[in-house]
């Protein structure tokens, strides 16, 4: 007897519900009634009743059958539920369409992943000020600033950056003019992530040292500030 009940239970499904319908639900416009009546009507359209009446869901809720027809109404004319009309030779058939509702979803999301992205940026490019000030020891200069700005605008990513003034901090020119260069020189040999410009680091230090071989130099050793693990 029990395991019938459970097995009836079982048969009953389960409903999946999208996590950005949760967190994301007062963005796009919607309480807490409409989020349940949405709900219910995606477990009738799982279950094969893609058109049920407003007082099968009412039965279901806790508001009458009146308030449920004006709240669908409203879901519609808001652009969250969509009637759509299935022909099948003479019979005209309707249905309910949540294809809507998931399209809200999904501009809601991009919409919020833009605002944390602006956000990260935003953050990054006040740590950048304060890194350049502290490895100053002094304010930007408004010119200085401007250069920096610059810089995040031509898509260099904000620890390339970093990575360029202290690769001017090694070679004791630490100056906006030099960073550039470097930067400059990144950007055209393709260098986009800071592993390459270490790689690359490496390399043109070699290169020197390999020089200063050849012309029978005394070879003095370059000190290697290992930037990407501060």
Avoid at 43 to 71: H, V, Y
Avoid at 168 to 174: D, E, L, Y
Wanted: net charge negative; hydrophobic share 35%; charged share 30%.
């Amino acid at each position: 007897m029990i395991k019938d009940k459970l097995y009836n239970w079982f048969k009953e499904g389960s409903l999946t519900i999208p996590s950005v319908l949760l967190t994301h639900y007062p963005k796009m416009g919607l309480d807490e009634k409409e989020v349940m009546l949405l709900l219910q009507l995606q477990n009738f359209i799982e279950k094969g009743e893609n058109f049920p009446a407003p007082s099968q869901i009412a039965d279901r809720m806790t508001f009458e059958e009146s308030e449920c027809l004006f709240m669908i109404q409203r879901l519609i004319q808001r652009g969250f539920v969509m009637i759509e009309e299935e022909v099948d030779r003479t019979i005209g058939d309707e249905r309910y369409s949540l294809q809507p509702l998931y399209e809200k979803m999904i501009t809601s999301y991009l919409v919020s992943q833009k605002q944390e992205e602006a956000v990260q940026v935003q953050v990054e490019g006040e740590s950048l000020y304060t890194v350049f000030e502290q490895e100053f020891g002094r304010p930007l200069s408004p010119f200085e600033c401007e250069t920096l700005a610059m810089w995040q605008d031509d898509e260099h990513h904000p620890d390339l950056i970093k990575g360029a003034l202290r690769e001017s901090v090694i070679s004791g020119k630490i100056n906006f003019r030099y960073i550039d260069r470097i930067l400059f020189e990144w950007k055209k040999n393709g260098i986009k992530t800071v592993e390459q410009a270490k790689a690359q680091s490496q390399k043109f230090r070699s290169y020197q040292k390999r020089e200063k071989k050849q012309d029978n130099q005394p070879v003095k050793d370059v000190p290697f500030y290992n930037w990407l693990e501060q």
